[in-house]
Structures are given as C-alpha cells and as structure tokens.
C-alpha cells in the first residue's frame, strides 16, 4: 500500500501547490490523515498531471515521508527525483 505521509505545516506546503497549479482551491487541497490517497486524486483531477507528478510536487513542497515501493514498478526511483537521472 502506498503511503504518504505530510508533515510540517501543511499552510506553507498549499501555498507552494497554488503557486505551482494556480486553479487549485483550498478545498482541493484538503488534506485529513488516512486520506492521501484522496488528496492526489482531487489534485490529479484539477490538474491532469500523473500520480507521479502531484507526489513529486507534494514531496517537493512541503517535509514528506516516502511511500512504500510500488511492486509494479519497472525501475528503482528515488521519489521526488525525475526518473530520468537513473
């Protein structure tokens, strides 16, 4: 199971989103522990970015933990890098 887990404070985390997606809105941007999954989806779907997109930008924005390896996944990324680099 993928998790991602946001800490610090989630206000200066959301301006950093706005500035990155200007159409985001506070309600977008939501965020309640358990739901994260929730959380990209809702941006994904404002945005049309790829799941990888938004959790690169999360990770980028605000003092994220890593979510879990994916098992599917072909390549090992380190999240948050462009895969390009590996």
Do not use: H
Not at 8 to 27: C, E, S, Y
Not at 54 to 79: G, I
């Amino acid at each position: 199971m993928n998790k991602l887990t946001i800490k610090g404070d989630w206000n200066i985390a959301k301006g950093k989103l706005k500035q990155r997606w200007a159409n985001l809105t506070d309600n977008d941007l939501t965020f309640a522990e358990g739901q994260e999954d929730e959380l990209i989806g809702r941006i994904q779907k404002r945005t049309g970015e790829t799941r990888e997109a938004v959790e690169r930008a999360l990770s980028e924005s605000c003092d994220c933990d890593r979510p879990a390896n994916r098992t599917n996944e072909k390549s090992s990324v380190r999240y948050g890098e462009p895969a390009s680099r590996y």
